[in-house]
């Protein structure tokens, strides 16, 4: 058997036909017609991706037509306001019911899926094809659906020139040649690949943001913005873009950026009004200020909260945000410091500001006190600032994580952060809860995810790399689906059902994070990677740097100390009894326990061996694991389409070849500085 090559572009939308059967033939009996009430952009893309969705999965023509449900069998689409659906349920904005039709005899004849507004009915079209496509079928009883988190947006990296910062999928979509691209079909492909897991928002540009970015801002690039955001609209996709808190200066020739002065204001006012003139309902702007040489508050000597609300004032009238980057650190630390823990700076410099922000202002915090390595704890800051809002960020694009070379699903990672009960509010107080859900009362809440999308055909590069983009949004979407759960749908959309397919993919995707972990980061010790690239290992490449990312690594043993009695200080950031536990060697999670602690290479681990026998045995491990995936692979050539197979298979030869590396450089490392010779015998360099 040969399975049918798809196009690349068509990512996890090609909807593989079902297999012959009864149960085919039942969803094709009560699905050969749509029938959409009402009409707009909105609702035509939803009725168009039901007609040529569920034609390729059925394998028959579908009818699609606009206006009343004639009754009889067939997928009825439409919102709450058109009033036959009514009936069928309340589901809030952006929500949808998938009700179930029955003829006079009760028999199934179809379905309705109505939505709380027109995005709801989109959210519903592509929700009714996953549930066919997945196996699920048509709905026995009436689904409801509704976001939890209220705010699901990509950040892009995408520089002007078309370079995207930690893009490893080509070049940007949005963007080249310094200027905003006319290619609005492949704009419009993402739109539809958006909606498909609900993502609602994206920042087009880069957090970094030199002169060229600055001046999106202005009428040199403003029509096509409005392009850009009128192509993504109707798939219930809103635009922001990241702004230069130097922008006065840098396009207004003002003396200075400083809040605190009147023409600042004056002038964020004036450019804010410019930029909805052209964008109305543009989402807002994203600030990376006073961050990593970026131009910011500290540079006036005012702080985050007057830096941010000046251009929060600017945007409130017009019904704009802004998010303000949480990702504030001493990037110019000298090594010799030991006082100074890069991990703290972050609560350090904002918990304290709470309520003072406007209400339009969200901090957007990084998923962990570092910055996006492949284990950290979850950010103390994100159970700190009751009375801010907050957004939480993750990262999809693979920096730390194996650029898109490696595979590494990294939804298991982000729901540990998801499912963290910072304790913020006694027990119960989840990051999903508090955070993501905005249930703390806060004006904005959400979660934005770093995008690893490029203008490469799969998008994404390496195709098992999708699983990330779709699994972003639909975490997004419903925080307590299963990792697994995530991995096998994306898995059944992209490949069909084949089982082989499904168990081995999916059972891949689910151990690849901590293949990864095991060979890069033992016991959450990061920053082993190459300087600048990020990509292999170069275990003191960081250490006589400025980045405050150090290993302090003797010949007795490695790491830092960051509880309260014997270290930085870190762990008080954290409510109890989180606090308590990541203090206590005996307590803290053992993956932790080098993110917490400095051990001696000969201490003996709750496992029972040394730390530096775990790290031998981990890094041969994970190189194993490695061999495991490729095995597996190859167990499908046959099975999935050549061209898939064959890009996927070269990649991870090229994961097995750096595995390699890091296991014998992580090796030596822990071995020449220890002297402790691996109990297997195997051989260190
Ligand atoms: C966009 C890390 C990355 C930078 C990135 C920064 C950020 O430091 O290496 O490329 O800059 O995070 O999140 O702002």
């Known amino acids: 058997m040969t399975a049918p090559a798809v196009e690349a572009h068509a990512a996890w939308l090609g909807y593989p036909a079902l297999a012959a059967g009864d149960a085919r033939d039942a969803i094709a009996a009560a699905c050969a017609r749509v029938t959409v009430r009402g009409d707009s952009p909105t609702l035509r893309h939803a009725g168009s991706e039901l007609a040529t969705g569920l034609k390729r999965l059925l394998g028959q023509e579908v009818a699609l037509s606009h206006g009343e449900h004639p009754g009889g069998a067939g997928v009825a689409l439409g919102t709450t306001a058109t009033s036959e659906l009514a009936a069928h349920g309340v589901p809030g904005p952006e929500g949808f019911v998938l009700v179930p039709l029955r003829g006079r005899d009760g028999a199934g004849e179809g379905v309705a899926i109505v939505g709380g507004d027109e995005r ?28 939890v988190a209220p705010l699901r947006m990509l950040d892009h990296w995408d520089n ?42 994206i920042a087009l540009n880069n957090v970094n943001v030199g002169r060229a970015a600055a001046e999106l801002l202005t009428g040199r690039h403003l029509g096509r913005v409005a392009r850009v955001a009128a192509t993504l609209r109707p798939f219930g996709v809103r635009v922001a873009l990241s702004v230069s808190f130097a922008s006065p200066v840098l396009l207004a020739d003002l003396p200075s950026a400083d809040p605190r002065e009147r023409a600042v204001g004056e002038w964020w006012r004036a450019a804010a009004a410019r930029v909805y003139e052209a964008v109305p309902d543009l ?26 609300n000046v251009i929060a004032a600017a945007v409130a009238p017009l019904g704009g945000v802004v998010l303000w980057r949480a990702f504030v650190y001493d990037c110019e630390q000298d090594w010799r410091d030991t006082a100074t823990d890069r991990a703290k700076a972050a609560y350090q410099e904002f918990a304290p500001l709470d309520g003072a922000f406007a209400p339009n202002v969200a901090l957007q915090i990084k998923n962990g006190p570092m910055d996006f390595q492949v284990r950290e704890p979850p ?62 009362g806060t ?53 069909g059902s084949d089982e082989t397919v499904l168990d081995t993919v999916t059972g891949m995707l689910m151990d690849s994070r901590e293949a990864y972990e095991s060979y890069t980061a033992p016991l959450g010790l990061g920053w082993m990677v190459t300087p600048a690239t990020h990509y292999g290992p170069s275990p003191e490449g960081y250490e006589y740097s400025r980045w405050g990312t150090y290993l302090r690594a003797d010949r007795h043993a490695i790491g830092i ?45 709750p496992s029972g061996v040394t730390l530096a026998q775990h790290v031998y045995d981990t890094h041969f491990a994970g190189v194993e694991a490695v061999d495991g995936f490729i095995a597996g692979w190859e167990r499908l050539r046959g099975r999935i389409d050549s061209a898939r197979h064959d890009s996927v298979a070269r990649r991870l030869r090229a994961q097995r070849e750096s595995a390699v590396e890091w296991r014998d450089v992580i090796n030596a490392y822990f071995h020449r500085h220890s002297g402790i010779a691996d109990a297997a015998g195997r051989r260190l360099y």
């Open 443 to 495: 004006a904005v809440a959400g979660i934005v995810g770093v995008a690893n999308v490029g203008d490469e055909p799969g998008w994404t590069g390496h195709l098992l790399a999708q699983a990330n983009l779709y699994g972003f949004g639909r975490l997004a979407w419903q925080p307590s689906l299963s990792a697994e759960a995530i991995a096998r749908e994306w898995t059944a959309l992209t490949f």
């Open 120 to 147: 709801g009915c989109l959210y519903g079209a592509f929700a009714l094809l996953r549930r066919i496509a997945t196996g699920q079928g048509l709905p026995g009883e009436p689904v409801t659906e509704a976001p």
């Open 561 to 605: 100390d960051r509880g309260v009695t014997r270290g930085t200080g870190f762990t008080a950031q954290y409510h109890e009894p989180w606090r308590s536990i990541f203090e206590d060697r005996e307590r803290c999670p053992p993956e932790l326990l080098l993110f917490f602690h400095r051990l001696a290479y000969a201490e003996l681990l």
């Open 283 to 308: 989402l807002g702007f994203v600030v990376k200020a006073s961050s990593e040489g970026q131009p910011g508050p500290h540079s006036y000597g005012a702080s985050q909260a007057e830096g941010a």
């Open 379 to 440: 950010s103390p800051l994100l159970g700190a600032a009751p009375r801010t809002s907050k957004l939480l960020e993750v990262q999809i694009t693979q920096e730390y994580t194996g650029q898109q070379v490696h595979v590494c699903y990294l939804v298991p990672l982000w729901k540990e952060v998801l499912d963290f009960d910072t304790q913020s509010r006694g027990e119960g107080s989840t990051v999903r809860e508090t955070v993501v859900a905005g249930r703390d």
């Open 160 to 201: 002007l020139d078309g370079t995207i910062e930690r893009g490893y999928a080509g070049r940007s979509i949005f963007f080249s040649g310094g200027e905003v691209t006319r290619d609005l079909d492949r704009v419009r492909e993402y739109g539809r690949l958006l909606a498909s897991v609900g993502v609602n928002a």
